[in-house]
């Protein structure tokens, strides 16, 4: 149950932080020198509902008036709903320590790259109101490379956001929102697919990392959307390859 409330604050705090939650869970389950069974694995992607619902809580008011909003946070959606279904077993085997590493190595640099090229330009899209269909379905598509572990599925759609013209606080927002179906589908369809390897005792410890993970989640959120009204995604960049670096050397 300890271990249980570790990752439930890995995950709160990381989930929507662009620095892969999923990364860093594989990462501290390493460190405590806990096994990757089929079982664990699922708890990692369903303690993710409990930071899923923090979105909710924070954003209620904005999912029950804006309804096309929502539609294009459905629509941004399919990609990896597609992709994630077809390549579901590809995916599971992604999840290795060292893979994570060298993804949250790669992601680094990106991040710094794309705000060096993106220094002094200008957002071209007014608002989340303004985003047009296909821009939602170019987010959804960089957040298909978040289904390998290490990626972040936040930093890869914030990314894209800006990339294609929103400005931070829009981009962090519409990543936020596009996290429900997203996290959803990927919790419901892995308990389906693994439900017969759990046992009582693993139920237990989901609820306590779905409880953790809801707290710290909010915590994350509001925190995220306090930093980068001043600050770029370098310092996150440079966190990435550090870890990633860090762990490597751990690893060998």
């Known amino acids: 149950m300890f271990e249980a409330i570790i990752l439930g604050i890995v995950e709160g705090l990381s989930e929507f932080l662009p620095i892969s939650s999923t990364g860093h869970l594989i990462l501290a389950s390493a460190l405590m020198k806990l096994q990757q069974s089929e079982a664990h694995k699922v ?11 923090a979105v909710v809580q924070i954003y209620r008011k904005q999912l ?16 990896t709903g597609i992709l994630g279904y077809l390549l579901y077993k590809v995916v599971k085997s992604f999840f290795q320590p060292s893979l994570v590493s060298y993804t949250l190595i790669a992601g680094g640099i990106a991040f710094i790259l794309i705000e060096l090229w993106m220094k002094n330009r200008p957002a071209s899209t007014a608002s989340l109101d303004h985003m047009s269909y296909r821009q939602a379905f170019t987010i959804g598509l960089i957040q298909s490379l978040s289904m390998v572990p290490g990626v972040s599925r936040s930093g890869a759609t914030i990314m894209g956001g800006l990339v294609i013209g929103m400005n931070r606080k829009d981009a962090a927002e519409f990543s936020f929102l ?21 046992h009582m005792g693993d139920w237990q410890n989901i609820a306590v990392g779905f409880v953790t993970s809801f707290v710290f989640a909010v915590i994350g959120i509001k925190a995220l959307l306090k930093i980068i009204t001043s600050h770029t995604f370098i310092p996150f960049g440079i966190y990435r390859i550090a870890v990633g670096i860090v762990f490597l050397v751990f690893l060998t």
Request: aromatic share 14%; proline share 6%.
């Open 43 to 53: 708890f990692e992607v369903t303690i993710q509902l409990g930071a899923m619902l």
């Open 64 to 79: 029950l008036s804006r309804p096309e909003l929502l539609k294009k946070v459905c629509f941004a959606f399919l990609p």
């Open 178 to 198: 596009l996290a429900l179906p997203t996290m959803l589908a990927a919790t419901c369809y892995d308990i389906y697919k693994n439900y017969a390897v759990f």
